[in-house]
């Protein structure tokens, strides 16, 4: 059965680095999503992507934050320069079409020291 | 505002019991409701989607949606020790992002 991959797992990183989530969403889907989950809060969205362009973005989802489509099978998440309160699991989720389900990738923590 | 709430749980039953769990949503305009189960460190695994009001049931699970109430619900019959888990409810909002409530965490006591 097809998955949405992630890489890393998880990734370690030092305040005011620059990070790249890397997402394999199933390849026959066309619209792509990063949501993010701090310790012990509920899953919140960051970003819809279709067609090359983000379709909707949240509040969190500022200046800091870039996604990119860089082939035809990766899905990327830049931080430019992060922040302790960055630190959480971030989740690649993908879909057919924007009103079907939502498929989820394994995340990856994201720690910032 | 919270868009979608949970019943707070954490909800503890007996196996072979039924939990219940309960979720509201604020967006009237709501059309699509997802549960997802997550394991501690792990991403949401669909369990069921259900988009028209009354039951839909698959196996031991049951989802029950009421959009005049605008309430979602979900039932597991028989609940097994692997069933423990945060069980999430997803709204699918008009501009086609999840919107997800705090979780209820079960756990089934063996």
């Known amino acids: 059965e097809p998955e949405v991959t992630q890489t890393p797992s998880h990734q370690v990183t030092q305040m005011g680095q620059e990070v790249i989530l890397r997402c394999v969403p199933i390849s026959n889907h066309l619209y792509f999503y990063w949501y993010r989950q701090i310790l012990g809060q509920k899953v919140e969205f960051l970003v819809s992507?279709?067609?090359?362009?983000?379709?909707?973005k949240s509040e969190i989802f500022d200046d800091q934050f870039s996604v990119e489509r860089p082939d035809g099978s990766n899905f990327t998440l830049k931080i430019r320069s992060t922040k302790l309160e960055d630190s959480a699991m971030y989740f690649c989720?993908?879909?057919?079409?924007?009103?079907?389900?939502?498929?989820f990738g394994p995340g990856t923590r994201l720690t910032v020291l | 505002q919270k868009e979608v709430e949970q019943n707070s749980g954490p909800l503890s039953v007996p196996e072979g019991a039924i939990a219940s769990l309960n979720c509201t949503y604020s967006d009237r305009g709501s059309q699509s409701f997802f549960w997802y189960r997550q394991y501690s460190g792990k991403s949401p695994e669909l369990i069921m989607f259900?988009?028209?009001?009354g039951d839909k049931e698959d196996g031991r699970f049951t989802a029950q949606l009421n959009k005049a109430s605008q309430y979602v619900s979900l039932l597991i019959r028989d609940s097994q020790p692997s069933d423990s888990a945060t069980y999430l409810c997803?709204?699918?909002?008009?501009?086609?992002?999840?919107?997800f409530g705090a979780g209820t965490t079960v756990t089934v006591r063996a």
């Open positions: 989720a993908s879909t057919p079409s924007p009103s079907d389900t939502q498929y």
């Open positions: 997803a709204v699918l909002t008009n501009d086609y992002k999840l919107s």
């Open positions: 259900i988009y028209s009001n």
């Open positions: 992507f279709y067609n090359n362009e983000i379709s909707e």
